[in-house]
C-alpha cells in the first residue's frame, strides 16, 4: 500500500498555446488540494521554494527540479497569483516533448527518516493513452472530484516497477536551470540573513527554517548538491574512498547547524570524514584566501602537512565557500577542541 499523486496533463501546463507547443513554460500545476503530497511550502514567503529530487520514468537517476508555490495574490497589494506548480526542466522531460496533454502521470513518494527530519523521493511514471492501466488510473482521476484532473489515492499499484534499495547512491543530475534559479535563491536568502544579523533572533520556527535555507534545501539535497559541486573528491585531501556505490565523503557544514548554520551549498564543503571530524572539532579552520589552516596546538600531528595548502574550491560561484561562513567558522568554531570540542547552540 503506497500514496499516489495521480494527474491527467493538459495543453496549458505544457506550454501548448492556441493548439500549437512551445508557447510556453512545461510545469505540472498541483492542485491545492493535492499540495501536501509534496513538501510544505509558505504562504508568507514570497513565490517560496523547494528543490525536490524525481526519478524519471526512463532513466535510474535523482534529478532536481522546482516545487513553487506562487502566491503573491497573499503577499503584495496587486499580487494575483494563488498556485502550485511543479516545473518541468529538461532532465526530466528531454527535448520539451516527453509529455504530451492527455498523458497521465503518477508520482510515487517514499520517505525515510534521516537526522531527525523525514526526507522524500518521487518517482515518476507516465502512462498514455490506450496504454495498460490508463484507463485505471483514468478512473481514479475522473472520480476523485478534484477538478483539473488530479487525484490522491492510497494503494497497491503491482504494475508499478519496484522501488531500487540503493536510490541514494544513482547518479544525481542537478539541470543548469535549476542550479540558476537556486543561485538566485541563495543570495536573496545570504542578503536577508545579513539583513537580519549575523546571530538573528526570530520569532519563529518558520523564520528560522527561512534564514537556515531549509525551505529550498533539506539535508540531503544539501549533501547531494556539496559533493557534486566538488566533485565527489575531497577538498583537502583531493582523494576519495570509492567501493561501489560507497565512499568517504561527507558534505561539512561551514557555519554549524546548531549555530543557524545555513543549508545552501556555500556554506558546505565535500570533505573526507577525517577531515569533517577536524573540520568540526576546531583542529582545522579555512582562511579567506581558501587556504587550510591547522591550530597551533595540534600542527605536531599529521595535520601540519595541511597547513597553508589551498582548497579545492569549485569554480562556480554557487558552490564556492560563503565568506561570512568561513569567518563564523574561525571565529566560533576554530580551536573548539581545547574546551569541550562539542558544537553547542549560541547564546
Same mark, same amino acid.
Given at each position: 500500500?503506497?500514496?499516489?499523486?495521480?494527474?491527467?496533463?493538459?495543453?496549458?501546463?505544457?506550454?501548448?498555446?492556441?493548439?500549437?507547443?512551445?508557447?510556453?513554460?512545461?510545469?505540472?500545476?498541483?492542485?491545492?488540494?493535492?499540495? +501536501? =503530497?509534496? /513538501?510544505?511550502?509558505?504562504?508568507?514567503?514570497?513565490?517560496?521554494? %523547494?528543490? &525536490? !529530487?524525481?526519478?524519471?520514468?526512463?532513466?535510474?537517476?535523482?534529478?532536481?527540479?522546482?516545487?513553487?508555490?506562487?502566491?503573491?495574490?497573499?503577499?503584495?497589494?496587486?499580487?494575483?497569483?494563488?498556485?502550485?506548480?511543479?516545473?518541468?526542466?529538461?532532465?526530466?522531460?528531454?527535448?520539451?516533448?516527453?509529455?504530451?496533454?492527455?498523458?497521465?502521470?503518477?508520482?510515487?513518494?517514499?520517505?525515510?527518516?534521516?537526522?531527525?527530519?523525514?526526507?522524500?523521493?518521487?518517482?515518476?511514471?507516465?502512462?498514455?493513452?490506450?496504454?495498460?492501466?490508463?484507463?485505471?488510473?483514468?478512473?481514479?482521476?475522473?472520480?476523485?472530484?478534484?477538478?483539473?484532473?488530479?487525484?490522491?489515492?492510497?494503494?497497491?499499484? +503491482? =504494475?508499478? /516497477?519496484?522501488?531500487?534499495?540503493?536510490?541514494?547512491?544513482?547518479? %544525481?543530475? &542537478? !539541470?543548469?536551470?535549476?542550479?540558476?534559479?537556486?543561485?538566485?535563491?541563495?543570495?536573496?536568502?545570504?542578503?536577508?540573513?545579513?539583513?537580519?544579523?549575523?546571530?538573528?533572533?526570530?520569532?519563529?520556527?518558520?523564520?528560522?527554517?527561512?534564514?537556515?535555507?531549509?525551505?529550498?534545501?533539506?539535508?540531503?539535497?544539501?549533501?547531494?548538491?556539496?559533493?557534486?559541486?566538488?566533485?565527489?573528491?575531497?577538498?583537502?585531501?583531493?582523494?576519495?574512498?570509492?567501493?561501489?556505490?560507497?565512499?568517504?565523503?561527507?558534505?561539512?557544514?561551514?557555519?554549524?547547524?546548531?549555530?543557524?548554520?545555513?543549508?545552501?551549498?556555500?556554506?558546505?564543503?565535500?570533505?573526507?570524514?577525517?577531515?569533517?571530524?577536524?573540520? +568540526?572539532?576546531?583542529?582545522?579552520?579555512?582562511?579567506?584566501?581558501?587556504?587550510?589552516? %591547522?591550530?597551533?596546538?595540534?600542527?605536531?600531528?599529521?595535520?601540519?602537512?595541511?597547513?597553508?595548502?589551498?582548497?579545492?574550491?569549485?569554480?562556480?560561484?554557487?558552490?564556492?565557500?560563503?565568506?561570512?561562513?568561513?569567518?563564523?567558522?574561525?571565529?566560533?568554531?576554530?580551536?573548539?577542541?581545547?574546551?569541550?570540542?562539542?558544537?553547542?547552540?549560541?547564546?
Amino acid at each position: 500500500m503506497g500514496k499516489y499523486y495521480i494527474k491527467k496533463l493538459a495543453t496549458q501546463e505544457l506550454g501548448y498555446r492556441n493548439g500549437v507547443p512551445g508557447g510556453g513554460g512545461r510545469y505540472i500545476y498541483v492542485s491545492k488540494k493535492c499540495a +501536501d =503530497f509534496f /513538501p510544505h511550502l509558505s504562504v508568507t514567503q514570497l513565490n517560496d521554494t %523547494v528543490l &525536490i !529530487p524525481v526519478i524519471p520514468p526512463f532513466a535510474n537517476t535523482k534529478v532536481y527540479t522546482s516545487f513553487v508555490y506562487h502566491n503573491d495574490k497573499h503577499i503584495l497589494p496587486d499580487g494575483s497569483r494563488d498556485e502550485y506548480r511543479l516545473y518541468l526542466n529538461k532532465a526530466i522531460d528531454p527535448e520539451r516533448k516527453f509529455y504530451l496533454p492527455g498523458d497521465i502521470i503518477v508520482f510515487q513518494k517514499t520517505e525515510r527518516e534521516e537526522k531527525g527530519e523525514m526526507i522524500p523521493n518521487y518517482f515518476l511514471y507516465r502512462f498514455e493513452a490506450g496504454s495498460a492501466h490508463y484507463e485505471i488510473l483514468n478512473e481514479l482521476v475522473e472520480a476523485s472530484g478534484i477538478k483539473g484532473g488530479h487525484a490522491i489515492v492510497e494503494a497497491s499499484f +503491482d =504494475f508499478l /516497477p519496484e522501488i531500487p534499495a540503493d536510490i541514494d547512491t544513482v547518479e %544525481v543530475i &542537478i !539541470p543548469e536551470e535549476v542550479k540558476k534559479e537556486a543561485a538566485q535563491k541563495q543570495q536573496q536568502i545570504i542578503h536577508e540573513e545579513a539583513e537580519a544579523g549575523k546571530e538573528a533572533v526570530v520569532s519563529t520556527t518558520e523564520e528560522l527554517e527561512q534564514i537556515r535555507g531549509a525551505h529550498l534545501f533539506n539535508s540531503v539535497s544539501f549533501r547531494d548538491f556539496v559533493l557534486l559541486g566538488y566533485g565527489y573528491k575531497c577538498a583537502i585531501t583531493e582523494k576519495v574512498i570509492v567501493w561501489n556505490q560507497l565512499n568517504n565523503l561527507e558534505a561539512a557544514h561551514i557555519k554549524p547547524k546548531a549555530h543557524t548554520g545555513s543549508f545552501l551549498p556555500c556554506n558546505g564543503i565535500a570533505l573526507s570524514r577525517d577531515m569533517h571530524w577536524a573540520f +568540526d572539532k576546531g583542529f582545522i579552520t579555512v582562511s579567506d584566501d581558501y587556504k587550510v589552516v %591547522v591550530h597551533d596546538e595540534v600542527k605536531n600531528t599529521m595535520l601540519k602537512e595541511y597547513d597553508g595548502k589551498p582548497l579545492v574550491v569549485p569554480a562556480d560561484p554557487f558552490f564556492k565557500p560563503d565568506k561570512n561562513y568561513l569567518k563564523h567558522h574561525r571565529e566560533n568554531v576554530f580551536g573548539l577542541f581545547r574546551h569541550s570540542g562539542v558544537i553547542r547552540n549560541l547564546s
